[in-house]
């Protein structure tokens, strides 16, 4: 139908002719009231807001010279971290003199990883930050 014989019809009628789908060949319009179909369109996005899951970031410290118990209670968390769908980030700080035994913060982060790695993956790789080391696990 011709675009002018369109606008009149649409305007016989008291609606608008709202043109639906502009990359189509030829391009796709309707017969709509613009009010109504802005606020049809912006209750959709408000929906799809309240549904949609944020991702947080959840951070666990550690020590280079942790007990074993207390690396059991870390893991649960970030376990159940994970599981929640939330991204965890490891932060291992390093005090005094334990900066000159880096390998072995780098060897309780790669301890970490093999022990999450059925449930997460690694987004960013052990590095080291001043006085400390980071490491990301997102969920899988």
Excluded: W
Excluded at 65 to 70: A, K, Q
Excluded at 75 to 89: A, L, P, S, Y
Excluded at 130 to 138: K, N, S
């Amino acid at each position: 139908m011709n675009t002018d014989e369109a606008i009149e019809r649409a305007k016989d009628v008291g609606l608008d002719l709202v043109e639906v789908s502009p990359n189509a060949s030829p391009p796709v319009a309707k017969f709509l009231d613009v009010g109504k179909f802005k606020y049809e369109a912006q209750k959709k996005a408000n929906a799809a807001r309240k549904t949609q899951k944020v991702q947080d970031v959840k951070e666990i410290k550690m020590r280079p010279n942790i007990d074993s118990h207390d690396y059991v209670v870390k893991m649960k968390n970030v376990t159940k971290f994970i599981e929640n769908g939330d991204k965890v980030k490891v932060t291992l700080r390093f005090r005094g003199r334990e900066m000159s035994h880096q390998q072995l913060g780098m060897q309780l982060l790669q301890r970490v990883q093999e022990d999450m790695k059925e449930t997460a993956k690694v987004e960013a790789y052990p590095k080291l930050e001043g006085r400390q080391m980071l490491m990301v696990l997102c969920p899988k």
